[in-house]
Protein backbone atom coordinates (compact mmCIF):
# COMPACT_ATOMS: atom_id res chain seq x y z
CA UNK A 1 0.00 0.00 0.00
CA UNK A 2 1.53 3.09 -0.74
CA UNK A 3 1.93 6.12 1.74
CA UNK A 4 -0.04 8.95 1.65
CA UNK A 5 1.42 12.15 -0.08
CA UNK A 6 2.48 15.17 1.60
CA UNK A 7 0.34 17.37 -0.07
CA UNK A 8 -3.00 14.88 2.06
CA UNK A 9 -1.48 15.38 5.38
CA UNK A 10 -3.73 16.61 7.92
CA UNK A 11 -3.13 19.49 9.49
CA UNK A 12 -3.90 21.12 13.07
CA UNK A 13 -6.94 23.13 12.42
CA UNK A 14 -5.61 26.44 14.82
CA UNK A 15 -2.68 27.97 15.88
CA UNK A 16 -4.08 27.13 19.42
CA UNK A 17 -4.71 23.36 18.65
CA UNK A 18 -1.41 22.90 17.83
CA UNK A 19 0.10 25.14 20.65
CA UNK A 20 -2.13 22.97 23.06
CA UNK A 21 -1.32 19.31 21.79
CA UNK A 22 2.38 20.63 21.52
CA UNK A 23 2.69 21.83 25.32
CA UNK A 24 0.32 18.77 26.16
CA UNK A 25 3.17 16.74 24.99
CA UNK A 26 6.03 18.50 26.92
CA UNK A 27 3.52 19.13 30.36
CA UNK A 28 3.75 15.16 32.27
CA UNK A 29 4.55 13.96 34.89
CA UNK A 30 8.31 15.48 34.71
CA UNK A 31 6.68 19.10 35.33
CA UNK A 32 4.74 17.81 38.15
CA UNK A 33 6.56 15.14 39.68
CA UNK A 34 9.84 15.46 39.02
CA UNK A 35 10.60 19.17 38.86
CA UNK A 36 9.45 20.18 42.71
CA UNK A 37 11.68 17.12 43.97
CA UNK A 38 14.79 17.76 41.88
CA UNK A 39 14.33 21.37 42.37
CA UNK A 40 14.10 20.38 46.09
CA UNK A 41 17.11 18.16 46.17
CA UNK A 42 19.41 21.02 44.38
CA UNK A 43 18.98 23.79 46.64
CA UNK A 44 16.07 25.78 44.82
CA UNK A 45 16.24 28.90 43.26
CA UNK A 46 19.67 29.02 42.68
CA UNK A 47 18.72 25.79 40.19
CA UNK A 48 15.75 27.33 38.82
CA UNK A 49 17.64 30.19 37.48
CA UNK A 50 19.68 27.46 35.72
CA UNK A 51 16.87 25.53 34.66
CA UNK A 52 15.40 28.69 33.00
CA UNK A 53 18.90 29.53 31.52
CA UNK A 54 19.38 25.99 29.93
CA UNK A 55 15.51 26.02 28.86
CA UNK A 56 16.31 29.21 26.60
CA UNK A 57 19.74 28.14 25.35
CA UNK A 58 19.15 24.41 25.31
CA UNK A 59 15.62 23.24 25.16
CA UNK A 60 14.45 26.03 23.10
CA UNK A 61 16.53 25.66 19.81
CA UNK A 62 16.53 21.87 19.57
CA UNK A 63 12.36 21.85 20.17
CA UNK A 64 12.51 24.78 16.72
CA UNK A 65 14.83 22.45 15.32
CA UNK A 66 12.53 19.42 15.44
CA UNK A 67 9.70 21.28 14.83
CA UNK A 68 11.75 22.82 11.25
CA UNK A 69 12.23 18.94 10.01
CA UNK A 70 8.88 17.77 10.69
CA UNK A 71 7.25 21.07 8.77
CA UNK A 72 9.90 20.83 5.83
CA UNK A 73 9.30 17.36 5.12
CA UNK A 74 5.73 16.60 6.43
CA UNK A 75 6.65 13.13 7.57
CA UNK A 76 7.07 11.18 10.61
CA UNK A 77 10.59 11.20 12.12
CA UNK A 78 12.09 8.40 10.53
CA UNK A 79 10.76 9.51 7.50
CA UNK A 80 11.32 13.23 7.95
CA UNK A 81 15.16 11.54 7.80
CA UNK A 82 15.26 9.74 5.01
CA UNK A 83 13.45 12.63 2.89
CA UNK A 84 16.05 14.94 4.17
CA UNK A 85 18.90 12.19 3.03
CA UNK A 86 18.06 9.48 0.62
CA UNK A 87 21.26 8.76 -0.34
CA UNK A 88 23.40 9.11 3.43
CA UNK A 89 21.93 6.01 5.39
CA UNK A 90 23.76 7.42 8.29
CA UNK A 91 21.62 10.29 9.06
CA UNK A 92 18.49 8.04 9.06
CA UNK A 93 19.78 6.98 12.54
CA UNK A 94 18.50 10.47 14.92
CA UNK A 95 14.72 9.39 13.35
CA UNK A 96 15.30 5.63 14.37
CA UNK A 97 16.71 6.50 18.05
CA UNK A 98 13.55 8.69 18.58
CA UNK A 99 10.97 6.63 17.41
CA UNK A 100 12.26 3.93 19.61
CA UNK A 101 12.67 6.13 22.30
CA UNK A 102 8.94 6.66 22.09
CA UNK A 103 8.18 3.30 21.89
CA UNK A 104 10.19 1.83 24.90
CA UNK A 105 8.80 5.33 26.99
CA UNK A 106 5.50 5.11 25.87
CA UNK A 107 5.72 1.52 27.40
CA UNK A 108 6.34 1.68 30.57
CA UNK A 109 5.10 6.03 31.34
CA UNK A 110 1.79 4.41 30.73
CA UNK A 111 2.42 2.33 33.96
CA UNK A 112 3.52 5.44 35.99
CA UNK A 113 0.55 6.57 34.33
CA UNK A 114 -1.34 3.70 36.07
CA UNK A 115 0.27 4.94 39.33
CA UNK A 116 -1.78 8.64 39.39
CA UNK A 117 -5.04 6.94 38.09
CA UNK A 118 -4.76 4.09 41.43
CA UNK A 119 -4.47 7.34 43.64
CA UNK A 120 -6.82 9.41 42.35
CA UNK A 121 -9.04 6.22 43.05
CA UNK A 122 -7.74 6.78 46.47
CA UNK A 123 -8.43 10.17 46.65
CA UNK A 124 -12.14 9.53 44.98
CA UNK A 125 -12.48 6.99 47.99
CA UNK A 126 -11.03 9.11 50.85
CA UNK A 127 -8.45 6.56 51.34
CA UNK A 128 -6.07 8.88 52.85
CA UNK A 129 -8.28 10.49 55.87
CA UNK A 130 -7.62 9.61 59.52
CA UNK A 131 -4.55 7.26 58.64
CA UNK A 132 -1.20 7.55 60.01
CA UNK A 133 1.89 8.60 57.95
CA UNK A 134 3.39 5.26 58.16
CA UNK A 135 0.28 4.04 56.52
CA UNK A 136 -0.55 6.33 53.80
CA UNK A 137 3.07 6.11 52.48
CA UNK A 138 3.14 2.31 53.08
CA UNK A 139 0.05 2.47 50.23
CA UNK A 140 2.93 3.17 47.52
CA UNK A 141 5.21 0.41 48.09
CA UNK A 142 2.03 -2.18 48.86
CA UNK A 143 1.09 -0.62 44.85
CA UNK A 144 3.77 -1.45 43.70
CA UNK A 145 3.80 -4.94 45.01
CA UNK A 146 0.78 -5.59 43.53
CA UNK A 147 1.62 -6.73 39.89
CA UNK A 148 -1.87 -7.54 38.69
CA UNK A 149 -3.58 -4.05 40.28
CA UNK A 150 -0.47 -1.93 38.08
CA UNK A 151 -1.46 -3.94 35.08
CA UNK A 152 -4.88 -2.98 34.92
CA UNK A 153 -4.47 0.69 35.63
CA UNK A 154 -1.87 0.25 32.72
CA UNK A 155 -4.39 -1.08 30.79
CA UNK A 156 -7.23 1.29 31.61
CA UNK A 157 -4.61 4.06 30.72
CA UNK A 158 -3.03 3.08 26.96
CA UNK A 159 -7.36 2.10 26.37
CA UNK A 160 -7.37 5.94 27.27
CA UNK A 161 -4.84 6.90 25.10
CA UNK A 162 -5.92 4.87 22.39
CA UNK A 163 -9.42 6.24 22.21
CA UNK A 164 -7.57 10.18 21.81
CA UNK A 165 -4.91 8.94 18.95
CA UNK A 166 -7.77 7.16 17.02
CA UNK A 167 -9.58 9.77 16.65
CA UNK A 168 -6.78 11.05 14.30
CA UNK A 169 -5.46 15.21 14.14
CA UNK A 170 -8.11 17.14 14.93
CA UNK A 171 -11.09 15.30 15.67
CA UNK A 172 -8.74 13.56 17.88
CA UNK A 173 -5.45 14.78 19.30
CA UNK A 174 -6.13 18.23 19.14
CA UNK A 175 -10.05 18.16 20.17
CA UNK A 176 -8.99 16.68 23.55
CA UNK A 177 -6.00 18.91 24.22
CA UNK A 178 -8.52 21.25 24.03
CA UNK A 179 -10.17 20.26 26.87
CA UNK A 180 -7.93 18.55 28.83
CA UNK A 181 -5.52 21.08 28.65
CA UNK A 182 -7.48 23.72 30.13
CA UNK A 183 -8.80 21.46 32.63
CA UNK A 184 -4.95 20.69 33.58
CA UNK A 185 -4.28 24.47 33.42
CA UNK A 186 -7.86 25.30 35.65
CA UNK A 187 -6.99 22.05 38.06
CA UNK A 188 -3.38 23.86 38.70
CA UNK A 189 -4.82 27.15 39.06
CA UNK A 190 -7.09 25.80 42.13
CA UNK A 191 -3.72 24.19 43.78
CA UNK A 192 -1.78 27.32 42.93
CA UNK A 193 -4.13 29.47 44.68
CA UNK A 194 -4.51 26.87 47.65
CA UNK A 195 -0.71 26.79 47.80
CA UNK A 196 -0.32 30.65 47.96
CA UNK A 197 -3.01 30.87 50.92
CA UNK A 198 -1.25 28.52 52.88
CA UNK A 199 1.24 29.25 56.09
CA UNK A 200 3.93 27.62 54.53
CA UNK A 201 3.75 30.07 50.52
CA UNK A 202 6.18 32.91 51.70
CA UNK A 203 8.57 30.09 52.43
CA UNK A 204 7.55 27.85 49.06
CA UNK A 205 8.54 31.25 47.20
CA UNK A 206 11.44 32.05 48.68
CA UNK A 207 13.03 28.80 48.33
CA UNK A 208 11.88 28.62 44.58
CA UNK A 209 12.81 32.05 43.69
CA UNK A 210 15.60 33.00 45.79
CA UNK A 211 19.03 32.07 44.80
CA UNK A 212 21.39 30.69 46.67
CA UNK A 213 24.12 29.70 44.87
CA UNK A 214 26.06 28.18 47.70
CA UNK A 215 23.95 25.22 47.11
CA UNK A 216 24.39 25.13 43.82
CA UNK A 217 26.83 21.86 42.71
CA UNK A 218 28.09 21.25 39.58
CA UNK A 219 25.62 18.02 39.77
CA UNK A 220 22.77 20.24 40.25
CA UNK A 221 23.77 22.05 36.68
CA UNK A 222 23.49 19.39 35.16
CA UNK A 223 20.41 18.10 36.34
CA UNK A 224 19.16 21.25 35.22
CA UNK A 225 20.72 21.44 31.90
CA UNK A 226 19.49 17.41 31.53
CA UNK A 227 15.64 18.36 32.49
CA UNK A 228 15.48 21.05 30.85
CA UNK A 229 16.18 19.20 27.27
CA UNK A 230 13.74 16.34 28.61
CA UNK A 231 11.12 18.43 29.78
CA UNK A 232 10.34 19.27 26.24
CA UNK A 233 9.27 15.68 24.76
CA UNK A 234 12.99 16.35 22.88
CA UNK A 235 14.77 13.16 21.18
CA UNK A 236 11.40 11.11 21.02
CA UNK A 237 9.97 11.87 17.84
CA UNK A 238 7.35 13.73 19.02
CA UNK A 239 7.78 17.72 18.00
CA UNK A 240 8.69 16.03 14.65
CA UNK A 241 5.37 14.67 14.20
CA UNK A 242 3.33 17.09 15.36
CA UNK A 243 5.62 20.03 13.60
CA UNK A 244 4.84 17.86 10.30
CA UNK A 245 1.04 18.71 10.66
CA UNK A 246 1.58 22.52 11.02
CA UNK A 247 1.02 25.39 8.38
CA UNK A 248 3.52 26.90 6.28
CA UNK A 249 2.70 30.03 7.63
CA UNK A 250 2.93 29.16 11.55
CA UNK A 251 5.90 31.53 13.11
CA UNK A 252 8.43 28.68 14.32
CA UNK A 253 9.97 30.76 17.12
CA UNK A 254 6.73 32.18 18.29
CA UNK A 255 4.80 28.83 18.61
CA UNK A 256 8.31 27.04 20.50
CA UNK A 257 8.33 30.22 22.79
CA UNK A 258 4.32 29.81 23.65
CA UNK A 259 4.92 26.31 23.82
CA UNK A 260 8.36 26.23 26.14
CA UNK A 261 6.81 29.34 28.27
CA UNK A 262 3.64 27.16 28.74
CA UNK A 263 5.48 23.94 29.96
CA UNK A 264 7.95 26.45 32.30
CA UNK A 265 4.70 27.96 33.96
CA UNK A 266 3.15 25.10 34.59
CA UNK A 267 6.21 23.63 36.35
CA UNK A 268 6.80 26.34 38.35
CA UNK A 269 3.68 26.62 39.55
CA UNK A 270 3.41 23.00 40.79
CA UNK A 271 6.59 23.88 42.25
CA UNK A 272 4.52 26.67 44.59
CA UNK A 273 1.56 24.51 45.04
CA UNK A 274 3.39 21.43 46.54
CA UNK A 275 5.90 23.21 48.43
CA UNK A 276 3.75 26.02 50.03
CA UNK A 277 1.38 22.88 51.18
CA UNK A 278 4.77 20.55 52.06
CA UNK A 279 6.57 23.36 54.51
CA UNK A 280 2.96 24.61 55.17
CA UNK A 281 3.08 21.49 57.32
CA UNK A 282 6.75 21.46 58.77
CA UNK A 283 7.82 18.89 55.85
CA UNK A 284 11.24 18.75 54.43
CA UNK A 285 11.53 20.01 50.55
CA UNK A 286 14.19 17.44 49.62
CA UNK A 287 11.52 14.62 49.95
CA UNK A 288 12.68 13.32 46.52
CA UNK A 289 10.34 10.84 43.85
CA UNK A 290 8.27 9.88 46.96
CA UNK A 291 7.44 13.43 47.36
CA UNK A 292 4.32 12.72 45.32
CA UNK A 293 3.03 8.98 46.13
CA UNK A 294 3.68 9.12 49.63
CA UNK A 295 5.04 12.82 50.80
CA UNK A 296 1.64 14.60 49.36
CA UNK A 297 -1.35 12.39 50.62
CA UNK A 298 0.08 12.65 53.88
CA UNK A 299 0.13 16.58 53.53
CA UNK A 300 -3.71 16.11 52.28
CA UNK A 301 -4.49 13.99 54.89
CA UNK A 302 -3.69 16.76 57.42
CA UNK A 303 -5.12 19.64 56.11
CA UNK A 304 -8.41 21.12 55.51
CA UNK A 305 -10.00 20.25 52.31
CA UNK A 306 -7.27 17.63 51.78
CA UNK A 307 -9.88 15.12 50.31
CA UNK A 308 -10.54 17.40 47.63
CA UNK A 309 -7.78 18.84 46.98
CA UNK A 310 -6.15 15.40 46.68
CA UNK A 311 -8.36 14.53 43.96
CA UNK A 312 -7.70 17.75 41.93
CA UNK A 313 -4.22 16.42 42.68
CA UNK A 314 -4.14 13.29 41.58
CA UNK A 315 -6.44 14.22 38.34
CA UNK A 316 -3.90 17.06 37.57
CA UNK A 317 -0.80 14.23 37.68
CA UNK A 318 -2.87 12.08 34.97
CA UNK A 319 -4.39 14.61 32.89
CA UNK A 320 -0.55 15.83 32.43
CA UNK A 321 0.45 11.96 31.82
CA UNK A 322 -2.22 11.49 28.89
CA UNK A 323 -1.54 14.54 26.88
CA UNK A 324 2.29 13.59 27.05
CA UNK A 325 1.60 9.64 26.40
CA UNK A 326 -0.89 10.96 23.85
CA UNK A 327 2.39 12.24 21.68
CA UNK A 328 4.27 9.07 21.91
CA UNK A 329 1.63 6.94 20.69
CA UNK A 330 1.15 9.28 17.78
CA UNK A 331 4.96 9.91 16.66
CA UNK A 332 4.89 5.53 16.20
CA UNK A 333 1.55 5.69 14.58
CA UNK A 334 2.83 8.51 12.36
CA UNK A 335 5.67 6.06 11.32
CA UNK A 336 3.32 3.06 10.42
CA UNK A 337 1.21 5.27 8.35
CA UNK A 338 3.72 7.36 6.44
CA UNK A 339 6.36 4.86 5.75
CA UNK A 340 4.26 1.20 5.81
CA UNK A 341 0.90 2.69 4.71
CA UNK A 342 -1.15 1.37 7.71
CA UNK A 343 -4.70 2.85 8.11
CA UNK A 344 -4.85 4.86 11.44
CA UNK A 345 -7.28 2.46 13.20
CA UNK A 346 -4.69 -0.26 12.57
CA UNK A 347 -1.97 1.48 13.13
CA UNK A 348 -3.08 3.07 16.57
CA UNK A 349 -4.44 -0.46 17.84
CA UNK A 350 -1.05 -2.46 16.76
CA UNK A 351 1.10 0.44 19.08
CA UNK A 352 -0.78 0.65 21.75
CA UNK A 353 -1.23 -3.16 21.64
CA UNK A 354 2.69 -3.76 21.24
CA UNK A 355 3.53 -0.74 24.00
CA UNK A 356 0.74 -2.24 26.52
CA UNK A 357 2.41 -5.83 26.37
CA UNK A 358 6.18 -4.03 26.85
CA UNK A 359 5.03 -2.43 29.86
CA UNK A 360 3.93 -4.91 31.93
CA UNK A 361 7.43 -6.18 32.58
CA UNK A 362 7.34 -2.80 34.02
CA UNK A 363 4.47 -3.25 35.92
CA UNK A 364 5.93 -6.49 37.44
CA UNK A 365 9.46 -5.19 38.26
CA UNK A 366 8.97 -5.10 42.13
CA UNK A 367 6.70 -7.90 42.87
CA UNK A 368 6.72 -11.00 39.86
CA UNK A 369 10.19 -10.07 38.02
CA UNK A 370 11.58 -8.44 41.07
CA UNK A 371 14.81 -11.06 40.59
CA UNK A 372 14.90 -10.08 37.39
CA UNK A 373 17.93 -8.13 37.11
CA UNK A 374 19.30 -6.58 34.03
CA UNK A 375 22.00 -3.33 33.31
CA UNK A 376 24.19 -2.75 36.32
CA UNK A 377 21.70 -5.20 38.48
CA UNK A 378 18.22 -3.36 38.21
CA UNK A 379 15.08 -4.51 37.00
CA UNK A 380 13.39 -3.97 33.99
CA UNK A 381 11.72 -0.59 34.82
CA UNK A 382 15.28 0.87 36.06
CA UNK A 383 17.05 -0.86 33.26
CA UNK A 384 14.43 0.61 30.24
CA UNK A 385 14.35 4.47 31.78
CA UNK A 386 18.03 3.96 31.83
CA UNK A 387 18.44 3.37 28.14
CA UNK A 388 15.43 5.51 27.07
CA UNK A 389 16.26 8.66 29.54
CA UNK A 390 20.12 8.47 29.84
CA UNK A 391 21.27 7.58 26.59
CA UNK A 392 18.17 7.17 23.31
CA UNK A 393 17.03 10.52 23.97
CA UNK A 394 20.45 12.83 24.08
CA UNK A 395 21.70 10.40 21.51
CA UNK A 396 19.07 11.95 19.50
CA UNK A 397 18.71 15.09 20.20
CA UNK A 398 22.87 15.51 20.13
CA UNK A 399 22.53 14.11 16.53
CA UNK A 400 19.24 16.10 15.73
CA UNK A 401 21.27 19.85 16.69
CA UNK A 402 24.36 18.71 14.90
CA UNK A 403 22.51 17.77 11.63
CA UNK A 404 20.38 20.61 11.79
CA UNK A 405 23.86 23.16 12.85
CA UNK A 406 26.41 21.45 10.23
CA UNK A 407 24.92 18.91 7.41
CA UNK A 408 21.34 20.56 6.52
CA UNK A 409 22.55 21.08 3.10
CA UNK A 410 21.18 24.53 1.72
CA UNK A 411 19.15 27.50 3.31
CA UNK A 412 16.09 25.15 3.95
CA UNK A 413 16.45 25.83 7.21
CA UNK A 414 16.61 29.31 7.17
CA UNK A 415 13.37 29.10 4.83
CA UNK A 416 11.50 27.82 7.95
CA UNK A 417 12.02 30.74 9.82
CA UNK A 418 11.56 32.98 6.98
CA UNK A 419 8.06 31.84 6.14
CA UNK A 420 7.28 31.98 9.16
CA UNK A 421 8.17 35.89 9.87
CA UNK A 422 11.15 34.77 12.03
CA UNK A 423 14.01 35.50 10.01
CA UNK A 424 15.12 37.69 12.30
CA UNK A 425 16.33 35.43 14.94
CA UNK A 426 17.87 32.94 12.72
CA UNK A 427 21.74 34.33 12.98
CA UNK A 428 20.99 33.93 17.21
CA UNK A 429 19.31 30.42 16.77
CA UNK A 430 22.03 28.96 13.84
CA UNK A 431 24.53 30.16 16.50
CA UNK A 432 23.28 28.25 19.28
CA UNK A 433 22.09 25.20 17.40
CA UNK A 434 25.59 24.41 16.19
CA UNK A 435 27.36 25.17 19.22
CA UNK A 436 25.56 25.76 22.72
CA UNK A 437 23.07 23.33 22.01
CA UNK A 438 24.98 20.24 20.85
CA UNK A 439 27.98 21.07 23.53
CA UNK A 440 25.37 21.00 26.05
CA UNK A 441 23.43 17.49 25.73
CA UNK A 442 27.07 15.94 24.90
CA UNK A 443 27.95 17.19 28.45
CA UNK A 444 24.89 15.78 29.49
CA UNK A 445 25.25 12.38 27.41
CA UNK A 446 28.67 11.85 28.97
CA UNK A 447 27.53 12.59 32.50
CA UNK A 448 24.97 10.31 32.33
CA UNK A 449 26.65 7.43 31.13
CA UNK A 450 29.20 7.99 33.95
CA UNK A 451 26.49 8.21 36.64
CA UNK A 452 25.06 4.79 35.46
CA UNK A 453 28.59 3.34 34.90
CA UNK A 454 29.21 2.78 31.38
CA UNK A 455 32.26 4.06 31.84
CA UNK A 456 33.68 1.50 34.14
CA UNK A 457 31.66 -0.86 32.09
CA UNK A 458 33.89 0.25 29.25
CA UNK A 459 37.02 0.37 31.08
CA UNK A 460 36.43 -3.51 32.27
CA UNK A 461 36.45 -4.51 28.77
CA UNK A 462 38.23 -2.40 26.67
CA UNK A 463 40.98 -0.84 29.10
CA UNK A 464 41.03 3.17 31.16
CA UNK A 465 37.89 4.79 29.19
CA UNK A 466 36.10 8.29 30.78
CA UNK A 467 36.82 10.03 33.74
CA UNK A 468 36.26 7.47 36.86
CA UNK A 469 38.68 5.03 34.96
Given at each position: ????S?????????????V????????????????????????????????????????L???????????????????????L????????????????A????????S???????????????????????????????????????????????????????????????????????????????????N????????????????P??????????????????????????????Y???????????????????????????????????????????????????????????Q???????????????????????????????????????????????????????????????????????????????????????????????????????????????????????S??????????????????????????A?????????????????P??
Amino acid sequence: MAAPSPAARPLWSSRLGFVLAAAGSAVGLGNIWKFPYIAGQNGGGAFVLVYLLCIAVVGLPIMMAELMIGRHTRKDAIGAFVALEPHRRGWHVPGWISISAAFLISSYYSVVAGWTLDYVYRALTNSFSGQSATVIEGLFGALLQDGTRQTLWHLLFMLLCLGVVIGGIQKGIERWNKILMPLLFGLLTLLFINGLLSPGAGQALEFLFRPDFAKLTPGSVLEALGHSFFTLSLGMAAMITYGSYLNRGENLFIVSLRVAFLDTLIALMAGIAIFAVVFGVGLEAAAGPGLIFKTIPVVFSQIHGGPLLAVLFFLLLAFAALTSNISLLEAQVAYLIDERGWPRRRATLGVAALAFAVGIPTALSYNVLADWKLIGERPFFDSADLIASNYLLPIAGLLIALYVGWFWRGNEEKEELVAGGSGWVYPLWHWLIRTVSPLAVAVVLYYKAEEAGLWRWLAGLFGPLGPSS
